[in-house]
């Protein structure tokens, strides 16, 4: 079974589920997962980023990434469910303007950073 990228995003993201999931993958072949493991991203604006800060880490800024670590174990299905990682939009958006780098570049650091949170 290959790896399983699930994503949710608001309807005006502007993004392409295509290019991230390939970007997950490499991230999480690269890792040692090359197949048989699942992780869910969640695309937000600044309020939900800041609400999920201050509830979970006590924390009151608007976060770049979040991550929410699950399991580095199969689970009955054979399945490893690394976790969540909750993405800001907007300050993706503004990163790729104040950085000059391109909606890719940065995409793909907050992606390895997210993943790297969820394996610690």
């Not at 290959?2 to 502007?14: A, E």
């Not at 770049?64 to 909750?86: S, T, W």
Request: charged residues 30%; hydrophobic residues 40%; glycine residues 4%.
């Amino acid at each position: 079974m290959k790896n399983v990228i699930l994503i949710k995003h608001p309807k005006n993201w502007g993004l392409e589920e295509e290019i991230i999931r390939k970007l997950v993958n490499r991230i999480l072949v690269s890792k040692g997962y090359r197949k048989d493991t699942e992780i869910s991203l969640y695309f937000v604006g600044r309020d939900k980023a800041k609400k999920l800060n201050i509830d979970y880490r006590q924390q009151s800024y608007i976060p770049q990434v979040l991550g929410f670590p699950m399991n580095k174990e199969k689970d009955a299905d054979a399945y490893i469910r690394l976790g969540d990682i909750v993405i800001c939009t907007e300050k993706l958006k503004y990163e790729v303007k104040f950085l000059n780098k391109s909606l890719e570049e940065i995409l793909a650091m907050w992606l390895v950073h997210g993943v790297e949170n969820l394996l610690k």
